[in-house]
Each structure stands twice: as structure tokens, then as C-alpha cells.
């Protein structure tokens, strides 16, 4: 063989090298493009994988929420009754002629209290307790040296709670300094 034969053999096995080193430049380069899409799309997924998630979560909280207060509106006629049978309790407690019909009326008023727990609502304490905004709604405020600056002195109405919700506030008389 001639060093010409020689150039040339070299020559032309170099240009396949070369070649082929361009070929896999290309793939590489391919490869990490789509390696960066697959992790762009897997990013994505996920993403949208909690997203799906949390409102699953939020659509249950919601439905229980629902749940727990559906009743809220008949609760919320319900003691309006109760008000109107307290009143009439009250009234006519002292009279000894009406005494069947203060009884019947007490078991009325006892029956409905009995209903309205077992809907999850309380009665707010309001008598002789500090003054709270959130539980508590002020009707008159009376100047007084036997109670503390504002404390409840007279239940005006009654509130109540609902599943750990105010869902009617007390009327209250609170004490000032006198």
C-alpha cells in the first residue's frame, strides 16, 4: 500500500468517525430534550395529581359542613316556638288555677329542648358571665355597683350553638360602672 492509499483509507475511515460523532452529538441532544419534556409533563402530573386531590379533600370538608347545617333553618324556627313556650312558662308559673296547663306546657318546651340538642345545638350561658361580642348581644347597658364592668345581669334572650357555631346570639342587659 502507498502512503497516498494510506491518506486516503484514513481519510475516509475518519469521515464515518466524524460522522458518527455528529450522529451521536444529535441524539444526545434529542435525548436531553425529551428527557426535560418527560420531567416537564411528570412535573405537571403531579401538580395536577395534588390539585385533584385537595379538591377531593375540599369537597368532602364541604359536604360535611352541608351536612352538619342542613337542619339550621328548621332549628332556627324551632326556637322561636321555644322563645314563645318560655314566655308563657314564665307567665304563668306563679298562678295555681293554670297548673295543668304550666305542666303541659314545661313538657312541650322540655320536648322541643330534647330535640334541638339532638341536632347538636346548646343553649349559651349567659347570666352573671363576662361579656363576650361573639356570644353575646347587647340590648341595654345599666349602671350597676353589685356586678363587675360587663357582665351579663339579665338574659333578655336566649342564645344558641349550633355545632360549635353561634347561630343565635344572647340580647343581653350588661353592667357599666355605676
Given amino acids: 500500500?502507498?502512503?497516498?492509499?494510506?491518506?486516503?483509507?484514513?481519510?475516509?475511515?475518519?469521515?464515518?468517525?466524524?460522522?458518527?460523532?455528529?450522529?451521536?452529538?444529535?441524539?444526545?441532544a434529542e435525548l436531553a430534550k425529551s428527557q426535560?419534556?418527560?420531567?416537564k409533563y411528570k412535573d405537571l402530573y403531579l401538580r395536577l395529581l395534588a390539585d385533584v386531590?385537595?379538591?377531593?379533600?375540599r369537597s368532602v370538608r364541604e359536604r360535611d359542613?352541608?351536612?352538619?347545617?342542613?337542619?339550621?333553618?328548621?332549628?332556627?324556627?324551632?326556637?322561636?316556638?321555644?322563645?314563645?313556650?318560655e314566655r308563657a312558662l314564665k307567665m304563668s308559673s306563679g298562678v295555681?288555677?293554670?297548673e295543668a296547663l304550666y305542666k303541659g306546657v314545661e313538657m312541650i318546651n322540655s320536648s322541643l329542648?330534647?330535640?334541638?340538642?339532638?341536632?347538636?345545638?346548646?343553649r349559651i350561658e349567659s347570666l352573671g358571665q363576662p361579656f363576650d361580642p361573639e356570644y353575646h348581644q347587647p340590648l341595654t347597658v345599666e349602671p350597676s355597683s353589685?356586678?363587675?364592668?360587663?357582665?351579663?345581669?339579665?338574659?333578655?334572650?336566649?342564645?344558641?350553638?349550633?355545632?360549635?357555631?353561634?347561630i343565635r346570639p344572647s340580647?343581653?342587659?350588661v353592667s357599666s360602672q355605676a
Avoid: C, W
Fill in 1 to 28: 500500500m502507498s502512503e497516498e492509499d494510506l491518506k486516503e483509507t484514513t481519510m475516509n475511515s475518519e469521515e464515518p468517525v466524524l460522522e458518527k460523532e455528529e450522529d451521536i452529538g444529535k441524539l444526545r
Fill in 36 to 39: 426535560e419534556e418527560t420531567q
Fill in 53 to 57: 386531590e385537595n379538591m377531593k379533600r
Fill in 65 to 85: 359542613e352541608y351536612v352538619k347545617f342542613a337542619t339550621l333553618p328548621v332549628i332556627k324556627k324551632i326556637l322561636a316556638v321555644i322563645d314563645d313556650l
Fill in 96 to 98: 295555681q288555677t293554670n
Fill in 113 to 122: 329542648h330534647d330535640l334541638i340538642k339532638a341536632e347538636g345545638v346548646e
Fill in 146 to 166: 353589685e356586678h363587675e364592668e360587663n357582665t351579663v345581669i339579665e338574659e333578655l334572650q336566649v342564645g344558641y350553638i349550633m355545632n360549635g357555631r353561634v
Fill in 171 to 173: 340580647l343581653v342587659k
